[in-house]
């Protein structure tokens, strides 16, 4: 279970990698294009559009996964031990099922477009593929944060709330 939860961080890392270097080149190329060659191309905005929000529901879990997203942690500390940990599994769940609900709102939103044939205006690829990026997103959120969830119950007794954070190997 280990193994396959770090391949997928790892090709989760490699995804935000690779959308970052597609925004960047597509960005400049937009730039060029519009100041210099003034070909009339259309759609690397579009691209650099898309490749940010893979990019940003992606980063959205690794921030999850190693705790830099925003949190208030001043009054939960104040708690005795296991009320903090009794929190801190709650508050799991709650991501967890929203997650779980978003994903299942982007999977019914990829189907319709895929069932309507809408294709974007720019790069003419069929919608449903970023609206796959809410699937892709929330899915990795629901999954990864079901496992962290798993590991804080099997940790309740410890003074660990969360796994070993990724810095910390």
């Not at 939960?76 to 031990?81: F, H, Y």
């Not at 929330?138 to 796994?163: C, H, R, S, W, Y």
Request: charged share 15%; glycine share 8%; with cysteine.
């Amino acid at each position: 279970m280990k193994k396959t939860l770090r391949v997928l961080q790892l090709a989760e890392k490699w995804a935000i990698v690779i959308m970052f270097v597609v925004m960047v080149i597509a960005s400049f190329a937009q730039v060029l294009n519009r100041n210099i060659f003034k070909v009339p191309v259309s759609g690397f905005e579009e691209a650099a559009r898309y490749a940010m929000v893979y990019m940003v529901l992606l980063g959205t879990e690794l921030g999850l996964r190693d705790g830099t997203q925003i949190s208030i942690k001043g009054v939960v500390n104040k708690l005795p031990l296991g009320l903090r940990h009794v929190i801190g599994i709650l508050t799991q769940c709650i991501i967890i099922v929203f997650s779980a609900l978003m994903c299942n709102s982007g999977w019914k939103m990829v189907l319709k477009q895929t069932r309507i044939g809408q294709k974007s205006p720019g790069l003419g690829i069929p919608m449903g593929v970023p609206y796959f990026a809410l699937v892709l997103g929330f899915g990795l959120i629901t999954i990864i944060q079901f496992v962290m969830l798993l590991q804080m119950i099997k940790n309740f007794k410890t003074d660990e709330l969360a796994p070993e954070k990724e810095g910390e190997r």
